[in-house]
């Protein structure tokens, strides 16, 4: 009976081990040895190189954020430690890679670069308890791993709800307990233009405004009267930027042309190809102040409604010189070698109807609008090579023909960015039928959503290089990126919501080797990332799929 006793409790100690390891993204190789080691406030955290000071930082502020004690930095120790050591050359490993070995007497984290070394402490992370305590027990492992893909991404739309520095602040961190380095900022919109221009002050006094939005999903029933607005300073944006950057992360900020370009025009109507035309409204889900507004003689008002708005930018000098003039303070904001343009969306409508644009396609021997699109492309192209950066446009770009050094972002299906590849341009794959995370996570949707279905296997099964691709295109796939359209998430617990747990699935398709890819095993693993998503304060969709 006793001995029976003892198998059923090793068996329990066993069982709550395997639980232990239960890592996400999966890495490369994990080996599980016997025993544990366990941190406290006593443990050692060694840091000789100054280049992982950050990954320090994060370290001791997530310990004390979460578990309510930090660690003693060190020089050296010889046993009750976390020693991070950064290295150039770990045989058979990436620029990225890292090696964890966890034992008896502490913890070694040694990346290829420092880079890798945060990408092992964010594993050191994802074994501690999820739950609250002053000692953490954590499984003896030996771990070798590095990323499958070189972009990571994730965007976080502002332009249709205004989200505050510290959420902001909040999503990078998400981004990077996932092991991901990429967050793409989409800053401007037709219902508002989100970040600090100094040339042009009307962008942030009246284009980050708007009196109202509607109700309910698209086409909405009525408007909730409800003024929307925010804008960021340029101190605040430098202020995120170094604060990704401290987390190895790349803000690529987006400046949307030639469409989605209401918010602008409402600010400087001579952008637009009529200024004098009164911005399309329905007059049933317009606010009352912009109606009072357009009664008194106002042209040009920030968009309300979702969707896509026919009045885009006019492709005349004075448009350029206003682009270039805003690309300036962009780039001097940014360091990300890439520039996000946009260019989705743009109906040619008004272009059809301009005479300025009709004359424009005949005078440089263009096709047609699409020729159009392509030439105004180009000409923002080239100025923004000329400042040492290179654009990402969405796949529209393709239309009328590629700008020469442009990468893609394949959101229509895989079809753009598999077109891309072929031309030997750099690719980046968003689709939106397995990584656009504003889709309803049920049939049955309780929240208001933007539509379609995108349950976390879905996300799961995403492989990001399409099968159409040889050995060679295939490198031309930099790797992929999860978007958050926010017209239907006006909080941050709702973008929450959204984004839980599917991120957590996206990380794993492009971090971890398509091999080692295991549904059934990460339904286990989410089980333990639920619990942390807990700790966070963060909010998750619960229901089961």
Known sequence: MVKSFLFSLLLCSTLSFAQEVNIIPQPVKVVKNAGNFVINAQTSLVVTNKEDNATATFLNSYLSDYYDFKLPVAKKASKNYIKLGSLKNIAGLKGEGYSLISDKNGVEIIGNSPIGTFYGMQTLIQLLPAEKSNSLAIASVTVKDEPRFAYRGAMLDVGRHFFSVAFVKKYIDYLALHKLNYFHWHLTEDQGWRIEIKKYPKLTEIGSKRNGSIIGRYPGKGSDNTPEGGFYTQEEVKDIVKYASDRFITVIPEIEMPG??????????????????????????????????????????????????????????????????????????????????????????????????????????????????????????????????????????????????????????????????????????????????????????????????????????????????????????????????????????????????????????????????????????????????????????????
Request: hydrophobic share 35%; proline share 5%.
């Open 260 to 545: 989605h370009s209401g918010a602008a025009i409402a600010a400087y109507p001579e952008l637009s190809c009529f200024p004098n035309q009164k911005t399309n409204l329905p007059d049933n889900m317009i606010s009352d102040k912009s109606k009072q507004e357009m009664a008194n003689g106002r042209n040009k008002i920030v968009q309300e409604t979702w969707g896509v708005h026919a009045d885009v930018f006019v492709p005349t000098e004075n448009t350029f010189k206003f682009l270039e003039d805003v690309l300036d303070e962009v780039i001097a904001l940014f360091p990300s070698k890439y520039i996000h343009i946009g260019g989705d969306e743009a109906p040619k409508d008004a272009w059809k109807k301009s005479e300025f644009c009709q004359k424009m396609i005949k005078e440089k021997g263009l096709k047609d609008e699409h020729g159009l699109q392509s030439y105004f492309i180009q000409r923002i192209e080239k100025y923004v090579n000329g400042k040492g950066r290179t654009i990402i446009g969405w796949d529209e770009i393709l239309e009328g023909g590629l700008a020469p050094n442009a990468i893609v972002m394949s959101w229509q299906g895989e079809a753009g960015g598999i077109a891309a590849a072929k031309e030997n341009h750099q690719v980046i794959m968003t689709p939106g039928s397995h990584v656009y995370l504003d889709h309803s996570q049920t049939k049955n949707e309780k929240e208001v959503t933007i539509g379609g279905f995108l349950p976390l296997e879905k996300v799961y099964s995403y492989e990001p290089i399409p099968k159409e691709l040889n050995e060679q295109q295939a490198k031309y796939v930099l790797g992929a990126q999860g978007n958050v359209w926010t017209e239907y998430m006006a909080n941050p617990a709702k973008v929450e919501y959204m984004i839980f747990p599917r991120l957590s699935a996206l990380s794993e398709v492009l971090w971890s080797p398509k091999e080692s890819k295991n549904w059934t095993e990460f339904q286990t693993k989410i089980e333990t990332m639920k619990k942390r998503y807990t700790m966070w304060g963060a909010n998750y969709f619960k229901e089961q799929y």
